[in-house]
C-alpha cells in the first residue's frame, strides 16, 4: 500500500512531457502545470505562430500565456526525495529526518519510522503543549506588565502628592515665618514709638524748663542793674520762687544700637533655623534617594528578613478577654475579662488585637500558629464594635483564616479558599507603596498562599484574631535586622524560630 501509494503521489507530481517530477512547476490558464522548461519548449517547437496549446488537453491560447509559478507545488515537490525521486512520507525518529519509501528499504532499514502524518500528529501535540506554556508566559507576562502599569500610576500619585504636600508644608512655614517676620516689625515698631514719645516728652520737659530759667535770668540781669538800693530789695523780695530745678537729675544712656540685642536674637534664630533645614535637609534628600519602587519582591526568607520590624501588640486595642503579657508580645486567651481600662480603640465586638506599630513602606513578620487564627493587616481606622469590625468583613482589613483543613481569604466580606500547603507558620509581606500583600507558608521553603494588588489609603497595622478556647498557641517571629547577614541563610534562620534565644528572630507568643 506504501509503494501505490508513493507510485499515485509521484504520478501526481509528473510532468506529462518529461514524465518526472516537476521542476519549477508552472501553471497555465487551463490548470494543467508543466515544468517550465519543458512547457516553454514544447510552445517554441509549435509550428502554428501565434497558438498555444495544451499537451494535454489540447486547449489553444491567443496570445501566449505568461507562465506562473505554483507555488504549493513548488513547495511540495521541493520535499520529494531528491536520491529516489519518491516523495517524502515516511519520517525516521532514528535519524530525525523525512525520507520516501525506497530510503526506508535502504539506509534506514531497522529505524524507528512512522508516517509524517503519524508524527505530524505527535509534533502537533508537543506544538500544543508548547504553545500553552507560550500563553501562559504572555499572560504572566501581561499581569506583570499590568502590574508596572499600577505601578507606575502608584509611582505618579505619590510623586504627586509628595510635591503637593511637600509645597504645602513648605507654604505654611513660609507663611509662618513672613508672620512672625510682621509682628517683629509691628513689635519694634511699637516699641520704638514708645521710647520716642517718652524720650521727647521729657525734652519738651526740660526745653520749657530751659526756656524759663533764661526768663529768670534775665530778670535778675536787669534786676543787677538797679542803683537804687531800696528799689533793689524790694524788687528782688517781689520775685516769684522759681518753678523749677536749678540743676538736672536724668542721667541718660543713648546706646548707638538700643535694638541690638533684638537684632542679635534674630541672627540666632537665624542660625538655629538655618542648622536645623541643613540637616534636616540632607535627611530629606537621603529619604529620596532610597525610594526604590523597582526593587522586586524577595525570593527567600533570608530576604524577607531584611524587611522585618520590631512589631508590639497595642494593649488599647485588645478585646476585654485578651491577656497580654512579656512586654505586649505575648496574647492569651482567657475566659475571664481582663483588667482592661476603657478605651475608645479597644474592640469590644471581636477577639482581636492591632499591633502599636503602622507600616507604610516594606515590612515583613511571621505568625506561627496552631487551632484557628486569623492573621490580617488592617488600618487604624477599622471599626472597633460590632460584627462588621471583624478583620476581613470590611474595606480596612485583609486577612488569611488558617485552619488545619483550610486556608482562605477574607477582604471586604468575600472570602476565597486558597490552595497551598500546611504550615503552622505563615509569613506576611506588606509593601504598602507599590500597593502589595502577600501571604506565605513558611516550611523548609516559602510557598505564595495569596498576594493581593491594591492601593493603600492608610498606614497599615497587624492584627489578630485568637478564639480563646480553641487556639492553644501562636508564635510570632521577627527576624533581627541586626543579624549578620552570614547568619540569614533560610535553614539556620528557620531553625532560629524555635525558641526566643537563639539568634536571627524574635519570638511572641500567643497561648
Known sequence: MEQEGADLYGETFSCSICLNLLKEPVTIPCGHSYC?????????????????????????????????????????????????????KIFCRTDQQCICFLCSMDEHKGHDMVSAAAERTEKQREL????????????????????????????????????????????ELIHLLQKRRSELKKEVRSKQQT????????????????????????????????????????????????????HSSIILTAPENCFEEVTAAVSELREHLHKVLMEDWTKVCQTVERVDALQPE?????????????????????????????????VTGTRRNQDHPPHPDRFTGEFQ??????????????VEWRGRVYVAVAYNSISRAGSECGFGKNNKS??????????????????????GPHSSRIGVYVDHT?????????????TLLHRVNTTFTEPLHLGLWVLNTTVSSKTLTIGDPDVPETLRDDKEVLDSGGGASKKGSRKLEWD
Open 195 to 246: 521710647e520716642v514719645s517718652a524720650v521727647r516728652a521729657l525734652q519738651e520737659k526740660l526745653e520749657q524748663e530751659i526756656s524759663e530759667l533764661k526768663k529768670r535770668d534775665a530778670e535778675l540781669q536787669q534786676l543787677s542793674h538797679t542803683e537804687d538800693h531800696i528799689q533793689f530789695v524790694l524788687s528782688y523780695s517781689s520775685l516769684s520762687a522759681l518753678s523749677v530745678s536749678t
Open 128 to 171: 500544543q503543549e508548547s504553545r500553552a506554556d507560550v500563553q501562559k508566559n504572555i499572560q504572566d507576562r501581561e499581569k506583570d506588565v499590568e502590574l508596572l502599569k499600577q505601578q507606575v500610576e502608584t509611582i505618579n500619585v505619590s510623586g504627586d502628592q509628595t510635591v503637593v504636600h511637600s509645597e504645602q508644608m513648605f507654604t
Open 353 to 366: 488585637v492591632l499591633s502599636r506599630e503602622s507600616v507604610t513602606g516594606r515590612c515583613y513578620w511571621e
Open 36 to 88: 517550465r522548461t519543458c512547457i516553454s519548449s514544447f510552445w517554441d517547437g509549435e509550428a502554428v505562430k501565434d497558438i498555444y496549446s495544451c499537451p494535454q488537453c489540447r486547449e489553444a491560447f491567443t496570445p501566449r500565456p505568461v507562465l506562473v509559478k505554483n507555488t504549493m507545488l513548488a513547495e511540495v515537490v521541493e520535499k520529494i526525495c531528491s536520491r529516489h525521486d519518491e516523495v517524502m
Open 434 to 446: 507599590a500597593g502589595i500583600l502577600s501571604f506565605y507558608s513558611v516550611c523548609d521553603t516559602m
Open 298 to 330: 524577595p525570593t527567600s526568607r533570608a530576604g524577607f528578613l531584611k524587611y522585618s520590624q520590631e512589631i508590639t501588640l497595642d494593649p488599647n486595642t485588645a478585646f476585654i478577654k485578651l491577656s497580654l503579657s512579656e512586654g505586649n508580645r505575648k
Open 398 to 419: 485583609w486577612s488569611l483564616f488558617c485552619d488545619p483543613d483550610i486556608y482562605t481569604f477574607n477582604h471586604n466580606n468575600i472570602i476565597t479558599t486558597v490552595p
